[in-house]
């Protein structure tokens, strides 16, 4: 089972950037696909960003397309989420996912995954 842990997170102001990486350990990230998911208070997680195992393929939700990039870096074990233009709106605690399904798509639904981290909260003042 791969570990995961974010980082990154922070307080931030409406507008401002941050970038967000999940470390892997206990093995490879190379061949698997990688997800960002989001939760804020009273809602239910939610899919932000993915990755396939290739890197070839990526997706996002409609909410955060142009603003948010995702990346990987297999020599690393890392995947990252580039966050700019943050509104108030973004803040939540953002997870790392991991599918290890070897799909060739990217996973939009948090069942798809089956490795969580423990999350890294994210709050954006307006």
């Known amino acids: 089972q791969v570990q995961l842990v974010e980082s990154g997170g922070g307080l931030v102001q409406a507008g401002d950037s941050l970038r967000l990486s999940c470390a892997a350990s206990g093995r490879t990230l190379s061949n698997y696909g990688m997800g960002w998911f989001r939760q804020a208070p009273g809602k239910e997680r939610e899919f932000v960003a993915g990755?396939?195992?290739?890197?070839?393929?990526?997706d996002s939700a409609d909410s955060v397309k142009g603003r948010f990039t995702i990346s990987r870096d297999n020599s690393k074990g890392t995947v990252y989420l580039q966050m700019n233009v943050l509104k108030p709106e973004d803040t939540a605690v953002y997870y790392c996912?991991?599918?290890?399904?070897?799909?060739?798509?990217?996973?939009?639904?948090?069942?798809?995954?089956?490795?969580w981290g423990q999350g890294t909260q994210v709050t954006v003042s307006s």
């Open positions: 990755i396939s195992g290739t890197g070839r393929m990526t």
């Open positions: 996912a991991a599918d290890q399904s070897h799909r060739i798509t990217v996973g939009l639904f948090a069942a798809e995954y089956d490795s």
